[in-house]
């Protein structure tokens, strides 16, 4: 439960510090619509620019997906897209990665790994 909150309170972190950001603009309306509670949006906004390599994009997906905000809960998916954003270079992801493997089973985290290391190599087609 620590870490659960730990993850949340890095989410806040990170959406309400990105406003001033000098991210593209898709990423920024994707930010302004989940703030406002308008998840559909910010999912629209960021898969997109996640299937490109945007890290940012890539760990704010890994949020929505474990906090089952505008998509249904699923920690693998969460661990999946943090995977990705960690391989870019995103320390929080990494962090929230191994965060949320220590509350996964074996087998969800096989699935969440496999997952993502497919996703990267059919180039994010099917993610």
Not at 66 to 75: A, E, L, R, W
Not at 76 to 98: K, T
Request: glycine share 8%; proline share 1%; hydrophobic share 45%.
């Amino acid at each position: 439960m620590k870490n659960l909150i730990r993850i949340i309170s890095l989410t806040l972190a990170v959406f309400l510090g990105s406003v001033g950001t000098s991210w593209g603009a898709d990423f920024n309306k994707g930010v302004a619509a989940a703030q406002s509670g308008d998840f559909a949006t910010a999912l629209r906004e960021w898969t997109p620019l996640a299937k490109q390599g945007d890290a940012d994009a890539q760990f704010s997906l890994g949020v929505m997906y474990v906090n089952g905000t505008g998509v249904v809960k699923d920690d693998v998916y969460a661990h999946l897209w943090w995977s990705i954003a960690a391989s870019f270079g995103d320390e929080d992801a990494s962090e929230n990665r191994d965060i949320i493997a220590e509350q996964m089973t074996r087998v969800q985290l096989k699935k969440a790994k496999t997952l993502a290391h497919e996703c990267v190599r059919k180039k994010f087609k099917g993610c």
